[in-house]
């Protein structure tokens, strides 16, 4: 059966990263026996500037059509003056609306030596191996009403968060289920000492749990949350949390790692996904060929494992990634253990290393 997925390069180092994913998209089908049909279409600031939208209506059809969807980075400083509704970050949150994008999977792994590139100590963050569950469509990016009213020195802002019994609930229910087929613990992240919101998320996990009796459930406060993940993140093993909340603890999470560039990530909805490295487009270093490529390329790994089921191509693609590690690293991870590598030659690296490699048989119970 042919397959489609949709590239949406975006902005900056977007299109750099992408095209190295591809090259790798396209070995691993090959592997797999998929065929493919590949599409490409604008999003982000780039889709401005050519078409007056951040997400045009041809992209959100084509992603309408998509089995799976590939996403480089949106964003960048000469479209931080527009309207709201026009900046390139506008065209990936009505994207994941659209389409119904709820579960945010972003896991957070120490890939073979790449312990030595994290800025904290080897014994804190070796053996790190956690998944962050965002939900992705509520929540306060998504609440209303929003706005800014008043004149110049009385204006006041307002954002909403809001959630419902039922949003909860399914991305709990996720959490679980990812839980059950990792290390059977769950850690929901709230503030319910102080929000409304969070009592509600707090008393939703509880009642979900019962349909869960053999994963153990524990609650942090987001702050505590944030504050254990970098004093012991080997003490967590799936995390499931809101909107706000995910999107700044995944972000930490990714500095265990090392680096951002290292985390990817899967949005999963009912009908569609969407598979994007965490990193944003790095206006700074777009164009100098030094960008990370490997959050995007083991993005393409979780489509294999969640969008394809082949979560041995996800393992080959691991195994290529951290085999390449051991000898090169772009400037974000590089080590004087280590050669130096551009963001092309460890694409053609990871590839080489994928297409001469046979399949790993995936481990049994192994994490996703």
Request: hydrophobic share 40%; aromatic share 4%; proline share 5%.
């Given at each position: 059966m042919t397959k489609r997925v949709l590239i949406l390069p975006g902005d900056f180092v977007g299109p750099e990263v992408t095209a190295q994913a591809l090259k790798i998209l396209l070995a691993a089908a090959d592997m797999a026996g998929i065929e493919l049909e590949t599409e490409e279409a604008?999003?982000?600031?780039?889709?401005?500037?050519?078409?007056?939208?951040?997400?045009?209506?041809?992209?959100?059809?084509?992603?309408?059509?998509?089995?799976?969807?590939?996403?480089?980075?949106?964003?960048?400083?000469?479209?931080?003056?527009l309207p709201m509704d026009s900046k390139p970050e506008k065209g990936l949150l009505r994207l994941r609306e659209e389409l119904d994008l709820y579960a945010n999977l972003r896991p957070a792994r120490?890939?073979?030596?790449?312990?030595?590139?994290?800025?904290?100590k080897k014994e804190i963050v070796e053996g790190t191996d956690l998944m962050v569950i965002r939900e992705l469509t509520g929540g306060i990016y998504f609440g209303k009403p929003r706005e800014i009213v008043g004149s110049e020195g009385r204006r006041t802002a307002r954002n909403t968060m809001v959630y419902s019994e039922s949003e909860i609930e399914r991305i709990v229910r996720v959490g679980f289920d990812i839980a059950s087929k990792?290390?059977?613990?769950?850690?929901?992240?709230?503030?319910?000492?102080?929000?409304?919101?969070?009592?509600?998320?707090?008393?939703?996990?509880?009642?979900?749990?019962?349909?869960?009796?053999?994963?153990?459930l524990e609650h942090l406060y987001v702050d505590n949350a944030a504050m254990q993940l970098v004093r012991d993140p080997k003490q967590f093993d799936t995390i499931v949390t809101g909107n706000l909340f995910g999107d700044i603890l995944s972000d930490v999470a990714a500095m265990l790692t090392g680096s951002i560039g290292m985390l990817p990530s899967a949005s999963l909805g009912e009908n569609h996904?969407?598979?994007?490295?965490?990193?944003?487009?790095?206006?700074?270093?777009?164009?100098?060929?030094?960008a990370n490529p490997l959050a995007a390329i083991l993005s393409i790994g979780m489509m294999f494992r969640y969008t394809f089921d082949r979560a041995d191509i996800e393992d080959a693609i691991v195994s290529a990634v951290t085999e390449v590690l051991s000898t090169h690293r772009t400037p974000d991870i590089h080590?004087?253990?280590?050669?130096?590598?551009?963001?092309?030659?460890?694409?053609?690296?990871?590839?080489?290393a994928l297409t001469r490699a046979p399949l790993p048989r995936p481990a049994v119970g192994s994490k996703p």
């Open positions: 604008s999003i982000g600031g780039g889709a401005y500037e050519e078409h007056g939208s951040p997400l045009p209506e041809h992209t959100l059809e084509a992603a309408r059509r998509a089995d799976a969807i590939l996403l480089g980075a949106v964003g960048g400083p000469q479209w931080d003056a120490i890939y073979g030596d790449l312990v030595d590139a994290s800025t904290l990792r290390g059977k613990r769950l850690c929901s992240v709230d503030k319910s000492n102080v929000l409304e919101v969070s009592v509600l998320w707090r008393d939703v996990a509880r009642r979900v749990s019962q349909d869960f009796p053999q994963i153990a996904a969407l598979y994007e490295p965490v990193h944003g487009s790095a206006p700074d270093i777009a164009g100098k060929d030094v080590t004087g253990k280590t050669r130096l590598a551009g963001c092309s030659e460890m694409g053609e690296l990871v590839l080489n």
